[in-house]
């Protein structure tokens, strides 16, 4: 009969071989079976805001990182031209109309006359001035909209919701039309960007449930798989000198694997989680049962 001392050591070598077979298991689960990588970056659509109109920042309402809403007032343009526009266009088309009544009158008052007393073509001519009249008033209320517009236009409202970055501008600075002078991080398009290795591809599929974990931080965000991308650059696709390929005689026997982003979207981050565009990121996603 084996001694007791024979019988611990067997056993102590059982447990050993178990636990080894175990943690083979686990490691070959963690790191063929689940894609994961810790190639991850949270991004966000960075919206570069340029004001309508052109002329000096009268009232900066805004300071840099601030949160915002859409609709907020970001800063105000100087509005005093817009005004003295809008007037004048306002005293142009109150005269277009006024000489179109009067046109207007005229023609009415030739239309009534017999023929003996007024030719053909002098109607006709009443009627063109008519028809000029008309159209001039149309331009001059397209003016007094359009003055409308700039005015409205000289408060720069913010189009998402989110926070203002690197906010540079200042009161007294001149702003040109369609010249961004405001970047504004959404706050509302926080997603992360994952790099899989291209041997994982085919373990992720759009919807799986994903678990992001940021950097310096243990708490954990759900998330699902939004897409993945359809092209990266290939480096070694270059065009020669009369459009044909240009191919590297050399092959490396080493080939890495190639990066492929995989968009995962954010559910509910965790109360004090603050997200910023860029940060590292790992990311787990968990396939569900493919069959």
């Known amino acids: ?26 490691v070959w689960r963690a ?4 894609p994961w990588t810790r190639d991850g970056r949270v991004r966000a659509d960075v919206v570069q805001l340029a004001p309508d109109v052109a002329g000096q920042v009268f009232d900066l309402r805004v300071k840099d990182n601030q949160q915002i809403r859409k609709g ?4 105000v343009i100087d509005e005093e031209r817009f005004r003295l526009a809008l007037d004048l266009a306002r005293a142009t088309e109150a005269g277009r109309a006024s000489d179109l009544d009067q046109k207007r009158r005229e023609s009415d008052r030739r239309s009534r006359l017999t023929s003996a007393a007024l030719s053909e073509e002098a109607r006709e001519q009443a009627l063109a001035a008519v028809s000029a009249a008309d ?10 909209q359009t003055a409308e517009l700039n005015l409205e236009r000289a408060e720069v409202r913010s189009p998402v919701n989110g926070y203002v970055t690197n906010l540079l501008l200042k009161t007294g600075d001149y702003v040109t039309a369609g010249r961004a002078v405001i970047a504004i991080v959404d706050s ?6 994952g790099y899989f290795e291209e041997t994982k591809l085919p373990l992720i599929r759009e919807s799986d449930p994903a678990t992001v974990r940021l950097m310096g931080d243990s708490r954990e965000i759900e998330g699902r798989v939004d897409s993945v991308a359809r092209a990266i650059v290939d480096r070694d ?3 020669g000198a009369d459009l044909t390929a240009n ?3 050399s092959f490396s026997w080493v080939r890495l694997a190639q990066r492929i982003p995989v968009r995962i979207g954010i559910g509910q981050v965790p109360d004090g989680v603050r997200l910023s565009a860029g940060l590292t990121a790992t ?5 569900r049962d493919r069959q």
């Open 188 to 193: 509302d398009s926080f997603y992360v960007a």
């Open 31 to 34: 790191y063929v079976e689940t």
């Open 247 to 249: 191919v590297n005689p």
């Open 135 to 144: 159209a001039a008033l149309r331009a001059a209320v397209a003016e007094r």
């Open 72 to 75: 907020d007032v970001l800063f």
């Open 283 to 287: 990311v787990i996603i968990r396939p």
């Open 237 to 239: 696709n270059a065009l």
């Open 1 to 26: 009969m084996p001694s007791p001392k024979a019988v611990a050591r067997v056993a102590a070598t059982l447990v050993a071989f178990l636990a080894a077979i175990a943690g083979g298991i686990y």
